[in-house]
């Protein structure tokens, strides 16, 4: 199960609601020692997929990421 706090756990409204039920939540660690919970994240193209249709790829750091949403959407009390 995801942390309730710390710099592993998820965020978001869905994260939050994960946690708060306390469901199980897989999670991928990343080759940057960094864990991404499944509530986090969804499937989508490869990136070679993206590069052929001409879209752009962006590398983000998922801590970063739970920084930005901590301050723009602070967890429900």
Do not use: Q
């Amino acid at each position: 199960m995801p942390p309730k706090d710390g710099p592993d756990a998820p965020a978001g409204f869905l994260a939050e609601m994960v946690v708060e039920l306390g469901h199980k939540n897989p999670k991928i660690k990343l080759d940057t020692g960094e864990v991404v919970w499944g509530c986090e994240c969804w499937w989508g193209p490869t990136t070679e997929e993206k590069v052929a249709a001409g879209r752009p790829v962006e590398y983000v750091s998922i801590t970063l990421v739970r920084a930005r949403l901590r301050v723009e959407e602070p967890p429900a009390d």
